[in-house]
């Protein structure tokens, strides 16, 4: 799990980013999982919006890809979804203590 610390120079991070990947009608579809992962291998920290035409809460939605995805939510604002898992291959974030 995250700390306040750890949660929050993430956050400071991820304000920079620009999202990479949206969540739109359809909702979550395998094919959104799959995208998700390999992001998160690649960047450890990725920020997902969810477009206005999906009808699913957006902090369900985090969670439920979180828990597909192993990794956690670090901040759900409106309908932008930040997250983060540490690379297994290639670890680059280092968070502080």
């Known amino acids: 799990m995250l700390n306040s610390k750890q949660r929050a120079y993430l956050m400071s991070m991820a ?3 620009s999202a990479i ?3 739109g009608k359809a909702s979550l579809t ?3 999982i799959t ?3 390999a992001a ?3 960047r450890e920290l990725i920020k997902l919006s969810v ?3 999906c ?3 957006p902090r369900e939605i985090a969670e439920t890809i979180a828990e597909r995805t192993r990794s956690q939510v670090v901040q759900v604002i409106g309908k932008k979804i930040i997250l983060f898992r540490v690379s ?3 670890p680059v974030i280092e968070l502080p203590n």
Request: aromatic share 4%; net charge neutral.
């Open 40 to 42: 998160l291998e690649k």
């Open 35 to 37: 995208s998700v992962d």
């Open 55 to 57: 009808f699913d809460d």
């Open 30 to 32: 395998p094919e959104i």
């Open 15 to 17: 304000s920079k980013q």
């Open 88 to 90: 297994s291959k290639k």
């Open 51 to 53: 477009l206005k035409n």
């Open 21 to 23: 990947l949206q969540v």
